[in-house]
């Protein structure tokens, strides 16, 4: 797209050390034909004097400091209406590009979509993990789950012409953006590359992870959206405000209750548990109670060979031992797990229960 100016927007406040990080991965980016546009919301700290410091390094850095802390989304608005850009690429002040980012996302940058984005690292400190996001992402997708993360190319009329972030969502505010702009313009054109480090291990100064902001912002954009969903994504979006309300008394209260209000309906004799980690341990004590036996552990990727003395095997494994009832011990995976069995199942012409 030859010399096509794409505005790399970065709100921060009273981050200064991360914010370095940050700006220096854009600046050392393939792609030269940049701006950097930083919205300071008000910040107390040191972050006026580390940016007129980088103003000195970089003539493409523009530096925008709000008298008032006015949130995350204004603050976002105001670098979007302040680029010359025909492209906006947002940047969290605690996660960096990598050199080649711009370069791909704008080479396969194509109208028929609705914007185009690629695979991150996660990087929790102690390990890392990459995304592994469908090629195209549906609205159907997003409606279970925010597949896409948290950043993306993307045109700035169509940004403008979407209404811009919502201001009065204090959460899930990039999920409110990429569902706005697929109902608009259609799918979302994923790259392979990873092309993004997003540092998880910094998340407890993100402004979503505060209990009663990400209530509050999940439960908004449930309701802005629950129009869109069946019964089940329904279900699996209150699951987790639930959860979040509840996070002082322990996680899993309200998909613990209905599962087992299924299971005191269906009351089998023996299942095989598909799930071994956090919310399994929290259930395993209830079945036991209930005098079901627990046959077999599923797990896709197994560990250990053993979970309190019960083999634990593949979905695979698991039908052809000759297995057809299953209970998901999942809720962030449930779908996948359904999927999985469901397919497996189809494959080896069998008939299995699932509890869900």
């Known amino acids: 797209m030859g010399n096509t100016i794409v505005s ?15 700006i220096n991965s854009v600046r050392t980016q393939i792609y030269p034909h940049l701006e950097i546009i930083v919205v300071d919301d008000a910040s107390s700290d040191n972050t006026a004097e580390v940016m007129q410091s980088l103003l000195q390094l970089d003539h493409r850095i523009i530096y925008i400091k709000n008298d008032v802390c006015l949130g995350a989304n204004a603050s976002r608005n105001k670098g979007i ?5 025909d492209f906006v690429a947002g940047l969290d002040d605690d996660d960096e590009f990598l050199p080649n980012r711009i370069e791909i996302l704008l080479k396969q940058y194509d109208p028929e979509y609705a ?10 400190g102690s390990h890392q993990r990459p995304t592994q996001i469908p090629e195209v992402v549906k609205l159907k997708d997003m ?3 925010n597949v896409l993360c948290n950043q993306a190319l993307v045109s700035r009329s169509r940004i403008i012409e979407t209404g811009l972030y919502d201001t009065k969502l204090k959460a899930c505010q990039d999920y409110d953006m990429w569902m706005r702009l697929i109902q608009r313009f259609g799918n979302v054109k994923v790259v392979h590359n990873i092309t993004q480090v997003i540092h998880m291990s910094n998340d407890s100064n993100r402004i979503s992870t505060h209990s009663k902001t990400k209530f509050s912002g999940y439960f908004n954009f449930y309701r802005k959206y629950k129009h869109l969903m069946d019964e089940k994504i329904r279900r699996l979006h209150l699951f987790r405000i639930y959860d979040i309300r509840s996070s002082q008394e322990g996680v899993n209260q309200l998909p613990r209750k209905f599962l087992f209000k299924q299971i005191d309906n269906l009351k089998p004799g023996s299942l095989c548990i598909f799930g071994t980690g956090e919310f399994m341990r929290s259930i395993y004590g209830g079945l036991r109670s209930r005098n079901i036996e627990i046959k077999l552990f599923v797990d896709s990727n197994p ?5 309190f003395d019960i083999p634990v095997v593949t979905p695979d494994e698991a039908l052809e031992a000759g297995e057809t009832c299953f209970l998901i011990a999942s809720v962030e995976y449930c779908k996948e797990m359904i999927d999985t069995l469901q397919h497996l199942a189809d494959v080896k012409n069998r008939s299995i229960c699932i509890v869900a």
């Open 8 to 22: 790399v927007v970065i709100t921060t406040r009273n981050r200064s050390s991360l914010l370095v990080r940050s």
């Open 143 to 145: 409606l279970r789950d």
């Open 303 to 307: 560990k250990v060979q053993y979970l």
């Open 115 to 124: 914007f185009v984005t690629s695979n991150n690292l996660l990087d929790y």
């Open 81 to 85: 209406l302040s680029a010359r850009g």
